[in-house]
């Protein structure tokens, strides 16, 4: 099994920062993929940032410029830098891991429990 554990959520002003951070733990035999959705309510759950092991990162056309996805591989720890917050950042943000823990094993996908993230205006 993996764990994976957010931290960094919280309220801010619109124009303000914040930095989630999401730990990995448990049966890890290689991290495949790491990244970061959100979901507001009465929304569904989108696609905000995401990073491969190799290091390649993608953001959604809503974020590019604003967001910055990171790792620290030594830790398994993936972080996501939210500048320049909006309103509409406002969101229940989950941290996602593609994660083989066998050699052997094909490529299981993992959620975190959430963080808020509120903007305030």
């Known amino acids: 099994q993996v764990q994976l554990v957010e931290s960094g959520g919280g309220l801010v002003q619109a124009g303000g920062s914040l930095k989630l951070s999401c730990a990995a733990s448990?049966?890890?035999?290689?991290?495949?993929?790491m990244g970061w959705y959100r979901q507001a309510p009465g929304k569904q759950r989108e696609f905000v940032a995401g990073?491969?092991?190799?290091?390649?990162?993608n953001y959604a056309d809503f974020v590019k410029g604003r967001f910055t996805i990171s790792t620290d591989n030594a830790r398994n720890t993936v972080y996501l830098q939210m500048n320049s917050l909006k309103p509409e950042d406002t969101a229940v943000y989950y941290c996602?891991?593609?994660?083989?823990?066998?050699?052997?094993?094909?490529?299981?996908?993992?959620w975190g429990q959430g963080t808020q993230v509120t903007v305030s205006s």
């Open positions: 448990g049966s890890i035999y290689s991290i495949n993929s």
């Open positions: 996602n891991t593609g994660v083989r823990t066998r050699i052997w094993a094909g490529v299981q996908t993992y």
């Open positions: 990073i491969t092991g190799g290091g390649n990162a």
